[in-house]
């Protein structure tokens, strides 16, 4: 029972929804953000987002499975996470590049950056060491909150409470499928925090 709660909670809160995730919080609950971008607007953001941060890759994924690159989906040997990564760092780069050409606020653009950043940086370091991007994910959105928190002078103990309870749980989930050891999982979630919160907190845009 435990472990088929933890693969849906695995599947639910997978690392590629996190970029789309992460623009949909900002938007509902951060007042600047929403009082500057119209509703029309944000569901293109939405749409670019989503076909580059989970629909392009994640069909990337299923044809590299398909030609044999990747044995299994859960990706469990850290050599095959090589051409996933790399192929959708590119994914969110192009959905990047797109949205640059829009006239949007700079916060929702280094949400973005910061997820690319830590997934870049995930790539750097899985050519030596598996950490958990289920954590960096989930924990990246909550250093985007705080971010955002500090940077817009608003607060949100509730919704704040509801992601961390998330991310104790993503935590959970992976260590009783065995995907990640408890050190991969914590140097996962202080990576994704402390990219995305420095991203955002600092305004980074490229």
């Known amino acids: 029972m435990m472990r088929k709660l933890a693969l849906i909670l695995s599947a639910v809160l997978h690392p590629l ?10 938007y509902q609950f951060d007042w600047y953000l929403n009082g ?8 293109i953001i939405y749409l670019i987002v989503a076909f580059s941060t989970i629909v392009f890759p994640g069909v990337n994924i299923l044809l590299l499975k398909w030609y044999g690159v990747v044995t299994s989906l859960s990706m469990r040997n850290r ?9 959708t760092i ?6 990047y590049y797109m949205l640059r050409k829009g006239a949007l606020p700079d916060s929702l653009f280094s949400i973005l950056i910061g ?13 030596r060491w598996k950490i958990s991007a289920h ?11 705080i971010a955002l928190f500090r940077i ?12 961390l309870l998330a991310g104790g749980l993503v935590i959970t989930s992976r260590l009783i499928l065995n995907a990640h050891t408890p050190s991969e999982s914590y140097v996962g979630a202080i990576l994704g925090f402390t990219t995305v919160y420095t991203c955002v907190y600092f305004g980074v845009v490229i």
């Open 115 to 127: 997820c690319i950043a830590t997934l870049f940086f995930i790539t750097i370091i899985n050519f």
């Open 17 to 26: 929804f996190m970029p789309l995730l992460g623009v949909f919080i900002a």
């Open 90 to 95: 590119f994914f969110f780069v192009l959905g």
């Open 36 to 43: 500057i971008i119209s509703a029309d607007q944000m569901q």
């Open 152 to 163: 817009h002078s608003f607060g949100n103990i509730t919704l704040l409470c509801v992601l």
């Open 135 to 145: 954590a960096a994910g989930i924990f990246g959105i909550i250093g985007a909150l």
């Open 79 to 87: 050599t095959e996470r090589n051409a996933p990564y790399v192929s």
